[in-house]
């Protein structure tokens, strides 16, 4: 297991940005592909971006892709993701998740056994 914290969300005006970092405790955390996850108010959880283990490959959700980065920082066990562009349908809680099984990480919420507890990203219009 991997425990997870995620910082970095508040309000910021459409087109402003945001950076939210996850920081894991554990040894493992090189031995995870790091995920970013959202829910809006009334929706369902929605994958954001991914990021292999290694960093070397990256994978991200239509709707972010061009405007949010996934980054990490093996030595600092810390995922980060560059918001850039923000519009309004951006709110939500972002969730930062760990999977120990797969090399580059996957899509689905279900592959993902560590979760952090959410950092709220409100973006005004």
């Known amino acids: 297991q991997v425990q997870l914290v995620e910082s970095g969300g508040g309000l910021v005006q459409a087109g402003g940005s945001l950076r939210l970092s996850c920081a894991a405790s554990?040894?493992?955390?090189?031995?995870?592909?790091m995920a970013w996850f959202r829910q809006a108010p009334g929706k369902e959880h929605e994958f954001v971006a991914v990021?292999?283990?290694?960093?070397?490959?990256?994978n991200y959700a239509e709707s972010v892709k061009g405007r949010f980065t996934i980054s990490r920082d093996n030595a600092k066990n810390t995922v980060y993701l560059q918001m850039n562009s923000l519009k309004p349908e951006d709110t939500a809680v972002y969730y930062c998740?760990?999977?120990?099984?797969?090399?580059?990480?996957?899509?689905?919420?279900?592959?993902?056994?560590?979760w952090g507890q959410g950092t709220q990203v409100t973006v005004s219009s």
């Open positions: 998740a760990a999977d120990l099984r797969t090399i580059w990480g996957t899509r689905s919420m279900e592959d993902y056994a560590s």
């Open positions: 554990g040894r493992t955390f090189s031995s995870a592909a």
């Open positions: 990021i292999s283990r290694s960093g070397g490959v990256t």
